[in-house]
């Protein structure tokens, strides 16, 4: 007999990368082995909260930008995790109330928390696509005519923290090429990513040979590799930087490069 509780499809048991990011964060939406999953990667990369931290800071100036400079108005944040402070929504409409904003994920918690916490403004809309980043043509078939999206004018696409999730190099690629080629010219992309490359060397084998705490959902890439899949975009300057050194805000803390482990663009598609 099958279930319509989507609780009842939550296997707390195993370590989720949506809690486990949550923890990082310091949130509440997450349990005992997502702990133990978290505390076992800092326990090999003691600063994973730092880069965690420094990502969903990159996530908000990026939007601010977009809204601000870019005259942006339309998002579509895919793999947006659980919902905590300065969700995309919140940071655009702040910025212009008439934003609009699709949410996709295709985890049940972040679907039921979304649709719960996600509310947007009077003049703007937000909405929630159950979907896997993988499959890039279903969320464009929800982004139907009349819908919250119109793809006929500029949207920004936000891969932020999702593309390392999967493991093949043909189908990320695909995936993001596939989202893009559907966005007119003035469009954005939006990218962060894991990567090894500024890590010691022990860490990286640690993390390798680790396998059950981290390399099992994650899939860290190097700087050339993250950089593909900008192909054919315009870089937003600073181009691809660490996330911390992208626009940081005036008077942010300077932060080791060794302290991160994600790379953030933006590109405009010409």
Known sequence: MTSNDPFSL?????????????????????FAADRASGDAIEKIY????????????????????????????????????LPTAGNTHEVAQEVAAECRIAYVDNDP??????????????????????????????????TAPGGTLDLTQPVAVLLVAVLHFIPDDAVAEAAVKTLVNAMVPGSYLVVSHATDDLMAPDSVQALADGGHVSRADTTLRSRKQVEGFFAGLDMVEPGLQIVSKWRPDPGAEHLPDEHMSVYGGVGRVP
């Open 10 to 30: 939550i296997d707390t048991s195993v370590a989720h990368p949506a809690r486990r990011y949550d923890y990082w964060l310091g949130g509440k939406d997450n």
């Open 46 to 81: 003691p600063h994973i909260r730092t880069s965690a931290q420094q990502n969903r800071q990159f996530l908000r100036r990026v939007v601010r930008y977009l809204v601000t400079e870019a005259g942006i108005r339309q998002f579509l944040d895919v793999g947006t995790g």
């Open 109 to 142: 918690l972040v679907m039921v928390h979304a649709r719960a916490l996600l509310t947007s403004s009077a003049q703007g809309k937000t909405d929630y696509i159950e979907a896997d980043v993988r499959e890039p043509r279903a969320i464009l078939a929800s």
